[in-house]
C-alpha cells in the first residue's frame, strides 16, 4: 500500500523558515517523482516542486524559485522542502504526491493529473 506522510507545517514570520517531510512507503522509489503541492482557501492546488527519486533532478515553479530547495534522503524514503524566505503568499496546505514515471527535469512534473498518490497535508500559516 502506497502512503505518503507529511510532516513540518507550523506557524512562522514572514521570512522565516520550514522543513516539510514527506515520508513514503509501498513503491519502488527509483520509479517515482515526488511532487510538493499546495492549495490556499479558494484556490486551484499547485505546484510547488517535484524531484525524481532516481537521479535526484528537480523542478520548481516560479513563484518559490530561489527560496524553496527540495531533497530526497533515499536511505529513509525520505523527501523534504526547505522553505526558506516565507512570504504570506505562500500560506497554504502543503500536500505531497507520488507519480510513475515522471522526470523531475522539467515544468510537466508538476502537472496535477500525473499524481495517483497523495498525502493527508500539512498546514504552512506564513503571518505579516
Known amino acids: 500500500e502506497v502512503q505518503l506522510v507529511e510532516s513540518g507545517g507550523g506557524l512562522v514570520q514572514a521570512g522565516g523558515s520550514l522543513r516539510l517531510s514527506c515520508a513514503a512507503s509501498?513503491?519502488?522509489?527509483?520509479?517515482?517523482?515526488i511532487g510538493w503541492f499546495r492549495q490556499a482557501p479558494g484556490k486551484e492546488r499547485e505546484g510547488v516542486s517535484c524531484?525524481?527519486?532516481?537521479?535526484?533532478?528537480?523542478y520548481y515553479a516560479d513563484s518559490v524559485k530561489g527560496r524553496f530547495t527540495v531533497s530526497t534522503d533515499n536511505a529513509k524514503n525520505t523527501v523534504y522542502l526547505q522553505m526558506n524566505s516565507l512570504k504570506p503568499e505562500d500560506t497554504a496546505l502543503y500536500y505531497c504526491?507520488?507519480?510513475?514515471?515522471?522526470?523531475?527535469?522539467?515544468?510537466?512534473?508538476?502537472?496535477?493529473?500525473?499524481?495517483?498518490?497523495w498525502g493527508q497535508g500539512t498546514q504552512v500559516t506564513v503571518s505579516s
Open positions: 504526491s507520488a507519480a510513475f514515471g515522471v522526470s523531475g527535469s522539467n515544468s510537466y512534473c508538476l502537472s496535477v493529473d500525473l499524481y495517483n498518490y
Open positions: 509501498g513503491f519502488i522509489f527509483d520509479d517515482y517523482a
Open positions: 524531484i525524481s527519486f532516481s537521479d535526484g533532478r528537480a
